[in-house]
């Protein structure tokens, strides 16, 4: 027990100087982009705009900023006001839009372990048959299908052809699936393989054929005595998946206007919202930081090597 705690606390640690870094890149990037947050005002007169740089702190210098800057978020977790959204600070949007984002991740990942686990296991038991291979031929079709294609072709099919489902939108739980299938498609194809490559390992292990001599097979062999060392791969998997989700999902909240914090990320990026941008840049980091942490925790659990 203790061992696992000084190994989360260690990896705790480790972000410090991760998340340092990505602010650092972050706060300067965004600052050396064309343009600012006002540039697209017009008519806009210069004492005016002296004032709006005055309430901002834009007339500092670019090292007094990144060091007040730093400060708020460190000692107050104060992420600043929106430079677009006039009287809203970057903390409350980004925890409005948060749970939608996580909301969408949760079902693209189901989605994607409900899909690609039964279809890596079946693939696994007809191993080098034809139906592994059509089951792997189509996994890697839906891996090289990238979500700005999915989208688009989802919604012409379910939406504009059979109106099944509404093109854009997050009011209604139909909503939820065009989007969930869209982010979580390629996870499934890679799900897939990968559940297929640990299962048929573990298939070959001694004592599966002991379990097979004792008259265990089937359903029951598979649930008791595969899944939980086939899975570990996958397990190591969901981690950067769930990560990857998250951070991909601003392709999928723009093609279905969903109110996440993709949506949020990309109006920063347009408008030059650098306290908007910084902030969702830094959220992401740190659920990476996290699924990643949680992935390897699991792991250690399912597979008592991995514990060191």
């Known amino acids: 027990m ?61 090292w007094h900023q990144y060091v007040t800057t730093l400060g708020n978020i460190v000692l107050r977790g104060d992420l600043g006001p929106s430079f677009k959204y006039e009287g809203r600070s970057v903390n409350s949007m980004i925890a409005e839009a948060l749970p939608v984002s996580l909301e969408l991740g949760g079902w693209g990942i189901l989605f994607a372990l409900a899909v690609g686990v039964p279809l890596g296991v079946t693939a696994a038991l007809w191993r080098n048959r034809w139906p592994d291979r059509l089951l792997m031929t189509a996994a890697m079709a839906g891996v090289c299908l990238p979500a700005f294609v999915v989208g688009p072709i989802l919604v012409m099919i379910f939406s504009l052809w059979l109106f ?3 093109p854009t939108g997050w009011f209604a739980p ?35 054929r002991a379990a097979r001599s004792r008259g265990i097979s089937g359903f029951s062999l598979i649930v008791r005595h595969v899944l939980k060392g086939g899975l570990v791969p996958l397990v190591a998997y969901l981690g950067p998946a769930f990560a990857g989700i998250l951070t991909g999902s601003f392709v999928v909240e723009t093609i279905f206007n969903i109110p996440g914090l993709g949506q949020l990320f990309v109006s920063g990026a347009f408008s030059r919202d650098f306290t908007l941008v910084q902030g969702t840049v830094l959220l992401y980091a740190g659920m990476v930081v996290l699924m990643n942490l949680a992935a390897d925790l699991a792991v250690a659990w399912m597979n008592p090597q991995a514990r060191g």
């Open 2 to 62: 203790g061992g696992l705690l000084r190994h989360i606390a260690s990896r705790l640690l480790q972000t410090i100087p991760v998340l340092l870094a990505v602010f650092t890149i972050t706060f300067f990037m965004v600052r050396a982009a064309p343009g600012g947050p006002f540039a697209s005002e017009r008519n806009v007169p210069p004492e005016v705009m002296a004032r709006l740089s005055e309430h901002y702190g834009l007339d500092q210098g670019l």
């Open 164 to 166: 099944w489902m509404n």
């Open 174 to 208: 139909c909503d939820r699936i065009l989007p969930a299938v869209t982010l979580g498609l390629a996870y499934a194809a890679v799900i897939a393989r990968l559940t297929r490559a640990g299962v048929a390992e573990i298939l070959g292990k001694d004592y599966i």
